[in-house]
């Protein structure tokens, strides 16, 4: 919660990116339109996780959630296109590592990372497809928006001091591709910045 210049209450939400989290916001307002903030609380305004069980608990079972002409169902119709769109582009692959490539926007936006030079690598070739005289490629950290690779938490504790990072793990291996093949599905999350190719 914050206010805005004239001094009326403004809130602020936000879930993760990645279509994980749904946020909900209820809220009500006076006659003047102005934020009742009493009417926020937790029971009512928070974040649901984006899956089967949060479903079937909100509606009571999955065939509730997802009946035929509900808003569950139309949102399942959407979801399956897409998860048939991201199957193909994930059978689609460019290359493969054996190392956590580093796309985090901390380190992306600060330091040198294996993805950054791979990127301008990349591009330095292409450029020199045309014009065999280019002599560098500089990368933008805000054109990488990702890493491609997976985290994963080391017990005791789950924190960043206990992270290890894995490199690309596919969901499927079609053609017979092993898990460290980088295919379009990650590639085009990584580079989705409009300055790209």
Known sequence: MTQDAAGNDVVLINTDGGWRYVGRLQVEFDDQGHIVTESITDTTSKVYTATDETAASLWGS????????SKGAIAQELVGSVADLVTAKDGITYGKTDVYLQ?????VRTEETNLGDLTADANLWYARQVDDTVAVSIKNGGGIREPIGTVFAVAPRVSMSCARHR???RRASPR????SWISSHPYASTTRSPSLP
Request: hydrophobic letters at 30%; aromatic letters at 10%.
């Open 103 to 107: 796309g985090e926007r901390a380190f």
């Open 176 to 179: 017979g591709k092993s898990p």
């Open 167 to 169: 490199p690309t793990k």
């Open 62 to 69: 999955l065939d509730a959630a997802y009946a035929e002409g």
